[in-house]
């Protein structure tokens, strides 16, 4: 490693560790024996070892509301199986919904045009209302709510209404087309079907109407209800009542909690795949909550009162990690729309007005507000800013750098990696240690998180399988209609016994930290060593006349070949300079084997609603192979750009 790779790009001040949720943390456990001294290595192995303690004590410390029970954790040898205080009673619901009174809750902004607030009152009595008025049309205990629906506050007000009945929220964007809506609301039978009227995006009014009515009869729900975007409902749809009739003959009054087990179904998420329709994903309410509590407090040193804001939709399970911090009394930030109208200043704008704390974006936002040539530092006031959080993908080195020199010198970049399947992260944020270039900090609290390489052996400084060797809360319960578990099996233990295998490709760093390399089952194996496609990208991406790239292996006279995809600055052509150039940049960046032996210009990458390229796709594409669930895209039309190419021809 050279010196300016081993030196930290931002490194926590004394004060600001003492100060931190996880120096009190670790003084409240130090009765039952947890390290103290602020060595995080020490202490995360204790969280490991002590899983029993480590659980209780996050349990007692953040006053999670409910009844505990006797036992923290019941094993029975093999992971999947653990259950997590099997003798709790609690309500998701009811946990978020602790705070009280005038301050807010919610802040809104709807691009430019429509703005919002809810205080902790005025959030109670919507669920309150929304609760009566679910129950009216029958919703109970176990049924499925669905919901094709903007990140607004009536989204929070009924995934909370419907959990306080014991119902199963499942959501996704209004940007979905109307069979990607099915594919994913049709599998799991949902009893209502909420959505809203239109959306804004780059400025424009997007009516949705005509595809909520399509949805809504295949569904067959017995309710539907239509939020209004704005103030008033611009349209209606006939097969939907709105949120304002649904709710008329309700008063507000206390919120009725249903306290059920741990285990209780909390969640259906979807899997963002393209390699067949997505697998809807079940998460249990106890252990979303305890994951939640201990990433926002202990990772990202989130508190009662901060203001949090994440950029999401409510088809990726940010959505559900933000909505979770109303349980340390946070206020959110939401934001929906285009994060670059009517231009790329326009959420350090909201950032600098409402005073954010916690400033949650995606690795391509940064990107993106890197190339526009935007400088925060010099153009806005984020004095208020403690950390800014990344995840979606992989952070490139110079985008680390881009945060310290653009964006704010003295903040806390908390890369983060998790995923859908656990609606929670691996690695994280750690208020304790410094910031390295390209680097996550390290392993989440009470997971024991590793790299293993093919023979199951754990690995140090060389890439492998990224897995988990220990329970955790947050394992799903597993697949919808999964009745034996095989398929979930199959997922997530079939390649190493018992244990995890999370199916990222991932390397432990001198400094203790990680670096992902990119989807393991993307991985590149020519002449069969293989390579992560993020490497590449970190280099061809820095070039300025690239402003995105996308590598796949094709399979080429009995071995695999690596091909890259580049999309071009504007009035930049692939000439045999520039090809060369990219060549050189990756064979000197990385190293000979990473170089493609065929790059490829293309107009557009394509990307999943959440923003992640999807190389599968596309590897599937060029192989002649159909795509099934084009439905997740955000741009399905790019796919047509890989078809057939003939510079693969040859």
């Known amino acids: 490693m050279s010196d300016a790779a081993a030196k930290p790009l931002w490194t926590p001040s004394q004060e600001r560790k003492d100060a931190s949720n996880l120096t009190k943390f670790a003084r409240g456990c130090a009765a039952a024996g947890a390290p103290q001294g602020q060595d995080f290595d020490t202490f995360h192995k204790w969280t490991v070892e002590e899983m029993e303690t480590f659980w209780s004590q996050l349990w007692d410390q953040c006053g999670v509301v409910g009844e505990k029970g006797e036992r923290v954790v019941e094993e029975t040898g093999r992971i999947v199986e653990a259950r997590f205080f099997p003798d ?27 703005q919002r607030r809810l205080s902790f009152d005025d959030l109670c009595a919507l669920v309150s209302r929304l609760q009566q008025a679910m129950a009216a049309a029958g ?20 995934m909370l209404a419907a959990n306080s009945l014991g119902a199963v929220w499942s959501s996704c964007s209004p940007d979905f087309g109307e069979q990607g809506v099915l594919d994913r609301f049709s599998q799991i039978e949902p009893v209502m079907f909420i959505a809203c009227d239109g959306y804004r995006y780059n400025g424009k009014w997007l009516d949705v109407t005509d595809k909520v009515d399509a949805v809504s009869k295949v569904l067959g729900c017995k309710t539907n209800v239509l939020l209004p975007y704005g103030d008033e409902a611009v349209a209606t749809a006939k097969s939907a009542v709105s949120l304002a009739d649904f709710i008329a003959p309700f008063k507000a009054r206390p919120v009725e909690f249903l306290r059920l087990p741990f285990d209780h179904p909390l969640y259906i998420l979807f899997s963002s795949g393209t390699t067949g329709i997505p697998k809807c994903i079940v998460h249990r309410q106890g252990g979303v909550l305890l994951q939640h509590l201990k990433e926002h407090w202990l990772h990202c040193n989130i508190s009662k009162g901060d203001r949090v804001f994440y950029f999401t939709t409510c088809g990726w399970m940010m959505w559900n990690w933000l909505v979770s911090s109303l349980a340390l009394e946070a206020t959110l930030m939401l934001y929906d729309g285009s994060p670059f109208y009517p231009g790329a200043e326009v959420i350090f704008d909201y950032a600098e007005q409402e005073k954010f704390d916690f400033f949650g974006t995606s690795a391509k936002f940064i990107d993106a507000v890197r190339n ?14 403690k950390s800014i959080a990344s995840t979606g993908s992989p952070l490139a ?24 399947d656990i609606v929670s992260c691996f690695v994280s944020a750690v208020a304790w240690n410094p910031v390295f270039s390209g680097e996550i900090q390290g392993p989440a609290i009470g997971m024991d998180t590793d790299v293993w390489n093919d023979d199951g052996k754990s ?81 061809v991406e820095q070039m300025p006349e690239v402003e995105e790239a996308l590598c796949i292996g094709q399979e080429w006279e009995s071995d695999t070949r690596v091909v890259l995809f580049v999309r071009l600055a504007d009035g930049v052509a692939l000439d045999e300079a520039l090809t060369k150039a990219i060549k050189t940049r990756i064979r000197t960046g990385a190293s000979p084997r990473h170089v493609p032996q065929v790059i490829v210009e293309v107009a557009d990458i394509p990307r999943t609603k959440s923003g992640k390229i999807v190389e599968l796709a596309v590897r599937d594409v060029v192989h002649g192979r159909k795509v099934k669930n084009k439905e997740a895209l955000a741009n399905p039309e790019a796919l047509d750009l890989f078809a057939e190419r003939p510079e693969l021809a040859s």
Not at 372 to 385: A, N, Q, T, Y
Not at 464 to 491: K, M, Q, Y
Request: proline letters at 4%; aromatic letters at 10%.
């Open 397 to 420: 080195p110079e985008n680390f750098a881009f945060v310290y020199d653009g964006i704010k010198k003295d903040v806390h970049l908390a890369s983060v990696s998790g995923g859908t």
């Open 139 to 158: 919703v109970k205990k176990g049924d499925r709510v669905a919901a094709m629906v903007p990140n607004m506050p009536e989204t929070i007000a009924c």
């Open 88 to 114: 709790a009673s609690l309500s998701f619901a009811e946990n978020l919904l602790r705070g009280s009174g005038a301050g807010e809750a919610i802040v809104f902004r709807g691009e430019d045009a429509v």
């Open 459 to 539: 690995i140090r400084q060389e890439k492998g399988e990224l897995v988990c060797t220990n329970a955790f809360p947050s394992i799903p319960l597993g697949f919808w209609n999964d009745e034996d578990g095989s398929r979930f099996h199959e997922a997530y233990f079939d390649r190493f016994d018992n244990v995890w295998c999370h199916g990222d490709f991932a390397e432990w760093t001198a400094n203790g930290g990680m670096v992902i390399h990119g989807r393991s089952d993307a991985t590149l194996n020519p002449g069969g060593v293989r390579i992560g496609t993020a490497e590449i990208y970190n280099q």
């Open 372 to 385: 526009s040539g935007l400088r925060p530092i010099e153009s806005h006031d984020l004095s208020s800013v």
